[in-house]
């Protein structure tokens, strides 16, 4: 799932409910991705950018006897996973912090496990970090993330040269970023400088999207987040209006939903013992 993490300039606000309508096809990578982590039995489960918190429960369900923790920077998305998650029953906590103070404490030494499910995107400066967090590292414990790698795909072409265009440009200039996701032989290579086993790969899902304005209704849950958030509310409807226009054109609906292909990134990595 995608949760606020460190964003650059500003972190977008972030609605738990909007990013929950397309819960079916935003989870199944988080299992994807953790059907690959061989873990046994880990003590301490982290799940970094641990949005509305359904998905970070789960993991008590996989592993039963570890504490189950998710971190996220969006106190909306920490407030409905501690409402919703049933942490009380279970060994299960959220906290209020983003990825990359998590990471600059004591959190990595002591856990098992760690996984990130399209978070670490939204950490401009990701892959610098990488190295040191899997130095620091427990023994024996595995880094598990995924990222999307759908920044070139048409819906985010059609965002950036609508935000480019004349009439937005002076409204938007810097609030798209570059594409902040590496190919997965870098994300690779990283983990195997480390010392890591490791296994990466990519995956497209052909998602059909129900609904009218189906793209539009994904991205609104994440990409388009940082556009509302530095449009007034007529700016970012009528921005809204124009770009559903060519999503409309880039993506014509059928009978059975919208073809909306999203390529994604994997990679898991066990630090040895």
Same mark, same amino acid.
């Given at each position: ?110 856990? =098992? ?5 399209? #978070?670490? /995107?939204?950490?401009? %400066?990701?892959?610098? *970090? $990488?190295? !040191? ?95 509302? =958030? ?5 700016? #970012?409807? /009528?921005?809204?209006? %124009?770009?559903?226009? *060519? $999503?409309? !054109? ?24």
């Amino acid at each position: 799932m995608s949760a606020a993490a460190t964003p650059g300039p500003a972190s977008p606000s972030w609605d738990p409910a909007k990013y929950l309508e397309f819960a079916d096809f935003r989870n199944r990578p988080f299992f994807d991705l953790v059907s690959r982590v061989g873990a046994a039995s880990p003590h301490r489960v982290v799940d970094l950018g641990c949005g509305p918190g359904n998905l970070t429960a789960s993991l008590t369900d996989r592993w039963p006897q570890a504490e189950v923790m998710g971190v996220d920077s969006s106190a909306a998305m920490i407030e409905a996973a501690r409402r919703d998650s049933g942490s009380a029953q279970r060994k299960l906590s959220f906290e209020h912090e983003d990825i990359v103070s998590w990471c600059a404490g004591p959190g990595l030494e002591a856990s =098992d496990v760690v996984i990130s499910n399209a #978070a670490l /995107q939204w950490v401009s %400066e990701h892959r610098e *970090l $990488l190295p !040191e967090w899997l130095r620091r590292l427990r023994p024996g414990g595995w880094f598990a993330f995924q990222v999307p790698g759908n920044f070139g795909g048409v819906s985010h072409v059609l965002m950036r040269q609508l935000a480019d265009s004349a009439q937005w440009r002076d409204r938007l200039a810097g609030v798209l970023r570059a594409d902040p996701v590496a190919v997965p032989e870098q994300y690779l290579e990283i983990f195997l400088d480390a010392g890591l086993r490791a296994d990466a790969w990519e995956t497209t899902y052909l998602q059909m999207l129900p609904g009218r304005n189906a793209v539009l209704n994904w991205v609104r849950g994440t990409a388009l987040r940082p556009l509302r =958030d530095a449009l007034e509310a007529a700016e #970012a409807k /009528q921005f809204e209006a %124009e770009y559903a226009a *060519l $999503l409309a !054109e880039a993506y014509p609906p059928r009978a059975q939903g919208t073809l909306f292909p999203f390529r994604r990134l994997f990679i898991v990595g066990q630090k040895p013992a």
